[in-house]
């Protein structure tokens, strides 16, 4: 199937065997398109941490292979975010739709300085390629919505409480306990919770 | 002014004086953000092709500076369009908020063919990078709205009309005569019409 | 066949199946080389717009894949014209071997301002990367002759006139009237051409 | 002074105001070299996780600039670690100059594998862009030391937990407390801690 | 002046103080255009090796900045060569104008094959990035004459007999010696010749 | 085999049949991780010029493919050296783990200035991409060992005196004696020895 060919780990995306030697003849506008249904609230409810992200990368869309490019849509619950991650190979641009948003990131060693902002519908921030950031919706009766460009094709994201507590096998809870200047009980009970990613 | 040190030619922006020589500790959130009221509908009254687009690259948000991304609202006016263009240095990918779009890209020589769709609200479209695209809503009442991602935090922008027929000063009419097919009085014609782009 | 596996939408030529899986041990200097017969002119006759480009990218040369640079030979009849094209993929550096040429490239949006130079013999002009431009040669009696190196192994041609009125199937003229401000008769008349690139 | 251009949010370092305007016939061999004492051990104690790394980047080595490499050494302390973080810029491999480490990254969503691995003296092991990983010393008597190349000349490295709850200003408890599915009180208590990086 | 802002040592030409700097209203046609007589044959006698070099990079033409390509035209006397070189940063493409020219480049190790070929007027060749490469002219009666496009506005040229014997200061005979398989005193006699390059 | 795919001309290796088309759910830590042994010093009374480079590129590491980023241990035996060499695609890092080493590169024409330094242990240089470098252990008594990282996954070797006169093939001895400014029977009893490269 075309999904086993990718290669998922870090890597960009240079080849793509279903896609990339199909006949160019071959290839139509529907390679370009998707109906994607991007103007379509999804249920949060679903979510643990009160958000959806629905990120059209180049395994939904194959014409964006070598193009550089994708786009997300992010729904938020009231109180919902998109928690701490990043995406190793891509920068962000995000702009608020609906709601009101409280964003940031942060900088890199030694600083670690939270540049961050409320945003309200229509307002734009940018977030730089590899940066832990997030999106909070703060308001308790509203959801949110927000429309994201990335800057690769696969950009790939890293849900940051998810990689350091669930990972599949986990991390020693003695590399975790002396990370996060915790006891190794607390990491042991931290991984034992459910981590579902938001996408 | 910051705006003198951009090269707008044809070149990738790598370099601005006001920004990347800033002390870094005077960097800000700010430099990552806009109010850019992407929410908001822009009045294509003003525009000959009825659409205004309004992108939100380097110039405007200073911190996209090497990010590799930018992000464009365009309005369009019942019937209003995007006219045929072309980004020298950006692949996009675009959805459509509101209304209905006839969208296209066509192929370099020597084939020349016209990928088209027509997208509803929420579906999604990719234009090739350097390709020659064009969005066209259909709706003789109703305006649209899109949403876009673009591959450069400058992708420029090329109305091909208006840089055939309206370039400063005008392409020889011999030129044009041969290339269109046309009389030179014909293109004359066109080189003495007003032609604006819509961002 | 060697052809069918290219991608030649717009994406940049990442992985040939006739070549670069090819075993290494068969590669030999013919992959470098080609008996392309640069020196010879060609039969501009056959143009409408009175000029012939030979480009040697990677489906000619099969080494030069991946290696960014292409070359091409361009004959002009006198009066004949390379007319407005773009290339999606490359920039350009020309120089004139026998007769003059008109030259020019137009910047992008807002400006559009024209570049240009008549060149003669020896003389050397640079076209940045996807910017619209041109090459006539205003002699009457003599042909023109160039050479050009491309930033690119498929650098990709979009003939202006030829994507816009010649694209298969057509684009709507309800789009091509209002881009380029004629009626949509003219635009009906122009799409019945016949449309053939110069390479 | 030197360090007051460079630019250390996310941006590759491509202007040094200090160093790339010099006059390239002022250019020495001292630009390229550093008396690194990278054979040195240096002392751990200093450090809460048992680690201290020694980055040569374009920072301490001017001439590194627009090279795509830079170098580390790594001391571990008995039990020490160098805990989970990522390099937004860069990719790295490893080799154990002394010692023993249980080493890993995590893969992206959704999976978010472990790889990991025991490395004795001499082996070597590779770390994909953007990836969170982690080297730690087992042995609770001897030290370790290892040496990494990482593939840019200013990789940056963003330690997790400090990014996470040490930044300046703290990121909202209700967004961490909910990303890592503990109560706020634990989260105000950790960002109450004292968090340096070991660099 | 212009020159003295170079980074000539084996950077990428990122930046240059007086033209990127430059108000973009003020970068006309010439900083695209250079009336470099690519036509007239230049005078081999000067050159001890039968050849001369004219390449037109970005410190001749200032417009070719970003733009990852330049151009150059060869000279050979009867009998003369360009001698074994490399470009670090570029990919070449070469046709032979007139005469006749035996080429070649020899790859990597450990095959270090040499991969050859005699050019006639209008044969094309490509020697790829970083790889030995030389061009000679067999007849001993009629000089040859080649155009060449290579994937750099700044490809560099290292004459490799100049570079090894002819450096400044002298690299240590007791490595030459070793090195090439010959006695000392022979290093030290061809390090007492003059070295000039042919550009 | 897997080798069998490897373009080991002088492209980067963008493609890797066995490894990129392999099932990412089959891909294991194994593909990041190497036994190397780079501890172990090897014996270097196998090589003429008294050195052995191991270099772990992704030939060796199937999980560097893409990452631009490869790491090497070079032994030297008391005068051995690593002789003049370049690597196409790659800039190099190298500290010296025990011994004395002095070290250089060859600046491009036409100043061809030897940036030279003798290294202690713990000392740091950097040898720019493409240009020619050395590194000779001038102790007659002791050995040395450096570690380098090199900025390619794939940066390819050439050995200057093995191109030069050891290509299979040999250059024709024209082109030498005048290159080289020595008599073709000296160029005809050089091509005549054994050249072997210390990788």
Chains 1, 2, 3, 4, 5, 6 share one sequence.
Not at 21 to 50: H, I, N, Q, W, Y
Request: charged share 20%; glycine share 6%.
């Amino acid at each position: 199937s075309r999904t086993s060919v990718w290669l998922t780990i870090a890597h960009m995306v240079l080849f793509v065997n279903g896609f990339v030697c199909k006949d160019p003849k071959e290839v139509t506008a529907e390679d370009f398109f998707l109906a994607a249904k991007l103007d379509m609230p999804r249920d949060t409810k679903m979510s643990k941490v009160g958000s959806i992200v629905t990120l059209l990368n180049v395994m939904r869309i194959p014409g964006l292979n070598t193009l550089g490019i994708s786009l997300a849509r992010i729904d938020y619950a009231p109180l919902g975010e998109n928690p701490p991650h990043t995406h190793p190979r891509a920068s962000e641009i995000l702009t608020v739709l609906e709601g009101t948003l409280y964003v940031g990131f942060v900088t890199s060693n030694p600083d670690n300085k939270l540049f961050w902002k409320v945003l309200n519908k229509g307002d734009v921030f940018v977030f730089p390629q590899g940066l832990i950031h997030f999106q909070f919706n703060p308001n308790p009766y509203k959801p949110a919505v927000a429309i994201a460009g990335l800057s690769s094709q696969n950009p790939g994201a890293i849900t940051i409480a998810n990689a350091v507590f669930g990972s599949k096998p986990p991390i020693s809870d003695d590399v975790l306990a002396k990370a996060f200047q915790v006891e190794k009980k607390t990491v042991d009970w931290l991984q034992a919770q459910f981590w579902a990613d938001n996408h």
